[in-house]
């Protein structure tokens, strides 16, 4: 008994393995089903580009890529603002030390926030262009399409526009690369190529873009937007008719400045009547990662909670720069010892003896593990200086009149009711009003990235930056990041001097 | 009732005449003399022994001994080298015996993938260690007891209390993704084996040619270590018991510069950025603070292992329990360790066995924050550690925050702050039949499977310990992750000897499935008064965040091999697997193929060689394999849409988050599989009786098509593996190099039974092909040098070689500058060489500066056992290898200084030309260079370990079988000429090896321990 029930267990387990392996070695069919394993919690990108819903994303992400740290934060504090007289790099004597080499141009290819910068940019061209490349086929509403296109048109024209400032003729890339592209690897394009590009894009913009947005929509770029910084490129290429052509529009869309120079920089005033173009940034809590604009906090008062890095400081020039009286010195420089006009009162010693009061966001704002002043909107372009445009052109023309009237209105906002400061301009001698509104340009726009380039395409730079150390032939321009020529396998170009 | 009692009665009967024998007998004396079978010469020491008995001898210096023994007693005759033999006495007065030199290599049998074989028959490179060796050095990861023994295996140990070490055999074989070597333990495959105590290992086998490796063909690339934990064996039950209490302390300490030395350098560093000097009197902090003696500690270590083993007539088993309780060398870091361990194995018919094993872990570690080890070297020592009242001393405090934020901590204060528990659980084994079809055939099915968990748990308090340590809102992050992978393999092994010839041949087939869930959460506002608070539960609602991720992949394979020997004589093993994995299913090829093959000559089988007195085994072999790495990212070719919160669009006037979605990543248009073919040719030779064996390799082995993310130009505006990358098929590479191997085994007449091994490997590494053309790949260390890469890897140089300007010394004066390529320098900054001659230091004028894998590893082990005494002394290095001391430059600021740079540092014309002035940090400085890369070549006493077995004469009244103590010294002596705390350097990846930011500090350790058999 006992022997027939173990060979019959035997002839079982034998007859089951023998079948058992048999069998595995037959299952190679269903082996593909087997392999074939979806891509856990990543959409694949086919389904993508199919609705309106699909599109108005895509248009989102590149809005969001403009707060990046690379677009705000410490490199476009060396590309665009430490190089100039009005600000320095601050913070404590040995942090960061590299800024001092962007002060004194002795920066070289390999600094790091010149690759920082040029990513940024192109990064921001990416969006731009996978919505240029992607949208067009989605069946969706044609006009809501067009604008979508319009407002990625601006953000693409906005990063070539920082690039060709920053480094002269850059690579053009105006589809977006994808897997299969064979040849990624492209020269410089010449600046004008890519002035032209960014010309073309913002008339594309222009012709499309809305004047104004509904509430929810608030922020987004506008027509005014557009001719604005299409003005602002014609500036830089002394295209004077175009200015005065495009500042006129603006200056018939129905934006006014506000009459408190100081509170313009405050949240209240974000997206106010004087705003042409803001990066809008903002704190949410429970989400640390949509509140990653880092713009206030690496300018913030050091050594205070709710104040920040202290880096880009203002410099004792740019202090005397303004007239007696001038109520934007104060709106633009937090002074050491001094109580803002929010109430925080700012410690007599400490590391720096001024900081930038513009991206300034008051202390009880801030909330413990997210960024210092997350709120704060960068201010890209302002009505005044659609005005200042408008002014320069006008004098250009050889049209005083309006020349003083529009910098008279920018003066007039910044005296407000007293009349003992800051006299109207009344010099029609072209030299002297030019020199009159490059000054205004200066203390209006004071800190806000835009001094550094200025001079320079004012032609002034040898005679204002040189004692510092800028040299004719080199510095209108920074080095291309020495990664990136690597990367290319010379293909890239080095400016000359670096 | 009658049956029983004849049964009784019988048993009676043997055991009265087992008793009467034994009693009757009478000891005689017995002279004899032992020599060799083959050349007659008398043999030295062979240890002479009556069976059953303690009583024994050894022959003198003609081989003669003389013994008193029972008459009709056994005599056991053994000796290193040769075959033991028993005589029976049988009452005569001389014997005299002829040993047989044992080819040992003969019946020594080793692990291979999907088996085992005999070592003689083996073809391609494979070393085993007996798990005895792995537990002299007492660790609670066997990888790093591997340390020094085995050639052509670099392990680097990271120190920290349960963490993996880093182990690569035979050079880098890959760069990206899973670096891990393939553990197969009992048959089922892991990344680590970390979770398994080293006192369950049985043995373990190091397959280290690409035709060993090979039948693993996916993962195999890496290298292959298969373990074999100890299963119970027939006969009576015995348990054991392991212990060891000891602790570590740190060694070659770097001394940092103290309070006075630190004050006069940040005084020079703000000087030289134009400011003015914080201190007034640098002399009035004195010495200051020694954080590293504030912050490290002795740390204590216990592990305690039992186990219990044997088995009845048809059944074994091993139950093992172990605990482990490690501190960390920084005040409050801990893990700890229970495993348990459960193997089974039935004999259910004669043709079936079926069994399991499964080990079960569970670990717990308080951690320390990572950044610890770069705030203890940075810290400002003029800062108190704690002020009069209690509260933590604030750099703060000093001249109004002059320090900047870079030094604004206090590392006791940061410690306090962090609280952060990880516990990992694992359930892990497999339950595997083996049945024997026929005589010749066995079928095998193994399922085995692995149900992991792992939780850490992080809170952030409320606290106010510094005016820059400061929390006011807490938060709690609450992360999981679940494992769930299984594996099936069946194999079918054929096994026949003809008269000639011996076959084997192995049929198998695999699918392995492994699901990794992982998901974080958070929230603020959960408030402390006990750790029964920390739940999300008491988190304010509008904070709380959650996210999720998964991964998932698939593989299949079938394989097959065959082994085939002529009259032990003429060896040949081939194999062939075929592998498909899931991230190779779009766009890729689906299946790999792996074939191997190998060949030997066992020269001493020869009958021309049966004469020869010089090689008792002499084994010629080569071989050459293919293996393959899956270790790629998942789903690498496909094309998917990010939608991040950074994504999302803000507008409107209340700021509202409005969702965005694109596309940023930059896939792979096409993978190909990895692959690794190698080229191994060896010998093994025994001389001299078996006491001295030699065995030498030479290899080659290419990595073609290696898979890893490299930076591409960030004009495309696309991301991959978190940057401007992207990963593809990138270059080929080249691993050469050759081992040897040496080991001296003998007895003395003395009683001295030694052993002295030496080993030494050399490996050169070389790209072959960058898929790139001319375009270096470079990588590493951005963050630590201002975002410059310090290494690069370029065809014709080593993978991941140190990349930057050669220094030629030291601007001393203002004229020296400018008359120089750099106009922008200042004295006491580094002077480098202009390459290209262009009056510019720019990015051409970089070279080569140093290769961060070693060149040479070696290894010396030794073990001397005399009567009671066993005595291990291993030694251990490294030669021809380069650190980057990236530490020196890795500022932001006043951080401190280590006192070396002090001395050393240019500070006025003339005081140095090696060492810059204090602003090493700057751009230019800071860039990388030759300066910091210095030689990691090394030479330690690795392990000392003596121990002593209690005579049986005092264990008989403890009912104990063996006892035996012993003390334990690792890493007790270190020589080396790095800087740094440790020329081991862990690096964070393949490409940033040997890039010293943050490491663990070199330490030896202390153990006391017991060995107990009842």
Known sequence: MKAMKISYIKYIVKTGAAFGMVATLLVSGCTDKFLDVDPQGQQPSQTFWSSEEDALKAVNAAYASLRTWGNTAFPAIAVESVGSDEAEKGSSTNDATYFNDYDNFTVTSTQGQLGGFWEAQYQNINYANQVLDNVPAISMNESLKARYLGEVKFIRAYSYFRLVRAFGGVPIRVHAVTADDKNVNIPRSTADEVYALIEQDLTDAASVLPTNYSANDLGRVTKGAALGLHAKVAMYLKKWESVFNYTNQIMGMGYSLVPNFERVFRLENENSSESVFEIQCALITGNKDASNSQYSQVQGVRGVTGGGWGFNVPTQVLADAFETGDPRRNATIIFRGETTPDGDVISPVGDNPMYNQKSYVPFNLYVTGYNEGAQQNVRVLRYSEVLLMNAEAANELGNATQALASLEQVRARARGSNTAILPRVTTTDKAQLRLAIWNERRVELAMEYDRYFDVIRQGRAAEIFGPKGWMAGKNEVWPIPQTEIDLSGGLLTQNPGY | MKKIFTRLSGGAFVFFLILGSVFAQQNISIRGRVTDAKSGEALIGVSVKVKGTTQGTSTDVNGGFTISAPGT?????????????????????????????????LNEVIVVGYGTQRKIDVTGSISQVKGADVNKQPASDAASALQGKVAGVTITNSGAPGATPKVIVRGVGTIYGNTNLLYVIDGVWYDNMSFINPADIENISVLKDASAQSIYGIRAANGVILVTTKKGSKGRTVVDYNGYVGFQNVTNQVEMANGTEYATLINELTSSSGGTPIFSNPSSFGTGTNWYNEILRRAFVTSHQLSVNGGGEKSTYNFSFGYLNQDGLVKGNNYQRYTARFNNEYEVAKFLKVGFNITATDSVSRDVPSDIWHQIYSAAPIVAPYNSDGSFGDPYNISNGALGSSVQFNPLATLEAYNQKAKRYRFTGNAYANVSLTKDLTF???????????????????????????????????????????????????????????????????????????????????????????????????????????????????????????????????????????????????????????????????????????????????????????????????????????????????????????????????????????????????????????????????????IFAIPVLSSIGLKSDGGTKRVANQADFRNRGAELSITWRDKTSGGLTYSVGGNISMNNNKVTKVLSGNTPLLTGGTGITNGASVTRTVQGRPIGEFFGYQVAGIFQDATEVSGSAQPGAKPGDFRYVDQNGDNVIDGKDRVSLGNPFPKYNYGINTSFEYKNFDLAIDFQGAADVDVYNANIAYRYGNENFTKDFFDNRWHGEGTSTTYPSVAVGSTSNSAPNSFYVESGSYFRVRNLQLGYTLPKSILSKWKVNRVRVYANAQNMINIFGYKGFSPEVYGASILTSGVDANVYPLYATYNFGVNLTF
């Open chain 2, 73 to 105: 007693g056994i005599l056991v005759v053994s000796y290193i080298g040769y075959q033991s033999q028993e005589v029976a006495i049988n009452n005569q007065p001389t014997i005299n015996i002829k040993l047989q030199a044992s080819s040992q290599s």
């Open chain 2, 444 to 706: 095998k099915t193994s399922l085995g499977g692995e149900f992991g968990q792992y939780e850490n748990r992080n809170y952030v308090g409320v606290y106010n310990y510094t005016k820059n340590q400061v929390n006011n809102v807490s938060k709690l992050s609450i992360g999981r992750a679940d494992t769930r992978n299984w594996i099936i393999e069946n194999t079918l092994t054929y096994n026949k000897k003809f008269t000639d010839h011996s076959l084997t041949v192995l049929l198998g087939q695999s699918a392995q499935r492994y699901k990794l869930y992982g998901s974080t959460a958070s929230g603020e506002g959960v408030p402390y008064s006990s750790e029964g608070d920390l739940y999300l539960k008491l988190a304010s609602a509008s904070s709380y965040n959650y996210k999720d991720d998964g991964k998932l992949t698939t593989v299949a394979s079938y394989f097959g091999r065959v082994n085939y020997s002529f009259k032990d004589k003429y060896l040949l093993n081939a194999s062939l697997r075929a592998d498909g994995a899931s991230q190779f299913y779009n766009g890729g090829d689906l299946w790999g193929y792996f074939p191997s093959v190998g060949l030997g000559w066992i020269v001493t089988n020869e009958g021309f060689m049966k004469d020869q007195q010089i090689f008792d085994n002499l084994k010629i072999r080569g071989s050459w394999g293919k293996i393959g790495n899956a270790g790629v990212p998942y789903n690498p070719t496909i094309l998917t849409v990010t939608a991040t919160p950074q994504l999302s669009a803000i507008f409107g006037p209340d700021q509202k988050l409005y969702p965005g979605a694109s596309i940023d990543v930059y896939p792979a248009a096409f993978l190909n599989w990895e692959r690794v073919a190698g080229t191994n040719i060896g010998f093994e030779a025994a001389f001299l009786t078996n006491r001295l064996n030699i065995e030498a390799d030479y290899y080659s082995k290419t990595t073609q098509q290696t």
